[in-house]
C-alpha cells in the first residue's frame, strides 16, 4: 500500500514536500527507490523532478517545486527492494 501527502496545503507556489508511506501487509517497506514528478495538468509546461528518501521505516520524504498556479499531477515512480515497480500518481489542484 502506497500513502501519500503533500504540504504546506493548501499547495502553493515553491517548494512542496511529499511525504509517502509504503507497506505490504501491515509492514513497512524499507530500501525503496521512489522517483518523483510534478507535471501541469494541461500540455507544453516543463516537469518538475525530485526524488523522495527513506526517513524512517517505510517512511519516505522528497521535495518538489509548483512553478506556476494551476492543476498539477504528481507522478510517483517507485522500484521495490526486489526489483518490482509500481506506479502511482496524486492529483494537487488549485496551486496558488
Do not use: C
Not at 524499507?30 to 516543463?46: K, V
Not at 521495490?80 to 506506479?87: A, F, R, V
Amino acid at each position: 500500500m502506497i500513502e501519500s501527502e503533500i504540504a504546506p496545503k493548501p499547495a502553493r507556489l515553491g517548494l512542496a514536500t511529499v511525504t509517502l508511506r509504503l507497506s505490504d501487509a501491515g509492514q513497512p517497506v524499507r530500501q525503496a527507490r521512489i522517483a518523483l514528478e510534478a507535471d501541469m495538468a494541461h500540455p507544453g509546461m516543463r516537469p518538475e523532478f525530485g526524488e523522495a528518501r527513506e526517513i524512517a521505516a517505510g517512511n519516505y520524504r522528497g521535495r518538489l517545486t509548483f512553478t506556476m498556479a494551476g492543476d498539477w499531477v504528481v507522478l510517483m515512480r517507485v522500484t521495490l527492494p526486489g526489483g518490482q515497480k509500481l506506479e502511482r500518481q496524486m492529483e494537487v489542484n488549485g496551486v496558488r
